[in-house]
């Protein structure tokens, strides 16, 4: 409060200063009836200014009003400005009982109208400049505030899609290695449990990439039950970086992807190497493997490698940071990430 009163205070100074100079050099008014007659008359009219923000929020602008519009404002105008020279002359009349400045007074009655009026319709044009800049400023907090439940929503809905998309996959292997080893069945139910108890338990948009190759390794031994001797992992990985965060359940479907085009149909031992360095600022994560020509045509329904790139582009309002490389008969993605990345608009993803 104490601040207005002094923004307020530093705004009107200057014209009482300006009136007063006016009165004595322009119309030769004696100095005390000059400062007498511009400080009472520049307190009443600010004390009025007050009300000229509540009054361009009554009188809503509208195009096809305009001439009511102003008509409504032109009626405001010449009441207050017919007030607040109706209160100066009583004020001013108390204590200058001088015959000529009050006929000067009065003479300037119409000049004092004028003056008022232009002060209010400029002065209201300035509230009107204020409230427009105060409801676009709104809108566009409500705007981002909706568009951040947006983007939320759908991380949510991207990040939900994993877990269902990795059970249906792992389930039939499960049912596969019931035919083959009841043992290895056995097994990997065992390991599904536990990969599935690490990862549901995780509700945080972000994890370490500790965590992360932590949940990839598992899902590994969980295929290397089901395939043998048929893939090698092969990991190269920055120490330093383990403790950067990334997106939770974000690195898995690379691997699933991996083992669904590049182990379920190759004839020969295929190698999966993961590769996880600093380049510029960021963290990159690739992952290679050989496939059979032809291979690439079997489609699925192509949820890993898409919710990947969709939640990418939404955490980090980036379409580049997903690389796709297919070179002879090998196969390589690459995630960067952002290092020290902690998106706070999206920490209920």
């Avoid at 004595?24 to 100095?31: A, Q």
């Avoid at 400005?81 to 000067?104: D, G, M, R």
């Avoid at 505030?145 to 991380?155: F, G, I, V, Y």
């Avoid at 991207?158 to 039939?172: G, S, T, V």
Wanted: hydrophobic letters at 45%; one cysteine or more; charged letters at 20%.
């Amino acid at each position: 409060m104490n601040k207005k009163l002094v923004i307020y205070t530093a705004f009107w100074t200057p014209i009482f200063v300006i009136v007063a100079g006016v009165l004595l050099g322009g119309f030769h008014i004696p100095i005390d009836w000059s400062l007498a007659d511009s400080f009472v008359s520049v307190a009443i009219y600010s004390g009025f200014t007050l009300s000229f923000k509540f009054q361009a929020q009554f009188i809503e602008f509208q195009r096809k009003k305009i001439f009511k519009f102003l008509g409504s404002h032109f009626f405001a105008g010449l009441l207050i400005s017919a007030i607040w020279v109706s209160f100066s002359k009583v004020l001013l009349f108390l204590f200058i009982e001088n015959a000529q400045y009050q006929h000067f007074f009065n003479n300037s009655i119409p000049v004092r109208i004028g003056i008022g009026m232009t002060s209010y319709f400029l002065i209201t044009s300035f509230n009107y400049l204020f409230l427009y800049y105060d409801n676009y400023k709104e809108k566009l907090e409500h705007e981002t505030a909706l568009k951040n439940l947006l983007t939320e929503a759908e991380l949510k809905n991207l990040k939900f899609q994993i877990n269902p998309h990795f059970i249906f996959n792992a389930l039939n292997s499960i049912a596969s290695l019931t035919h083959i080893s009841s043992e290895k069945a056995a097994g990997m139910t065992i390991k599904l449990a536990d990969f599935m108890r690490s990862t549901l338990t995780n509700t945080q948009p972000f994890s370490s990439l500790e965590v992360e190759l932590n949940h990839c390794r598992m899902y590994i031994d969980i295929e290397k039950i089901r395939f043998g001797n048929k893939f090698i992992f092969e990991e190269h990985v920055d120490a330093s970086l383990l403790r950067q965060e990334v997106p939770s359940m974000i690195l898995q479907p690379l691997f699933e992807n991996a083992i669904k085009y590049g182990v379920y149909e190759a004839l020969e031992e295929v190698k999966i190497i993961l590769t996880i360095e600093k380049s510029d600022e960021m963290i990159k994560v690739s992952i290679e493997n050989a496939f059979e020509s032809g291979m690439e045509k079997h489609k699925g329904e192509g949820i890993g490698l898409t919710n990947i790139t969709k939640r990418m582009q939404l955490l980090f309002q980036r379409d580049d940071l997903v690389k796709i490389e297919k070179e002879k008969n090998l196969f390589r993605i690459s995630i960067s990430f952002p290092l020290q990345n902690r998106l706070h608009d999206a920490t209920n993803a």
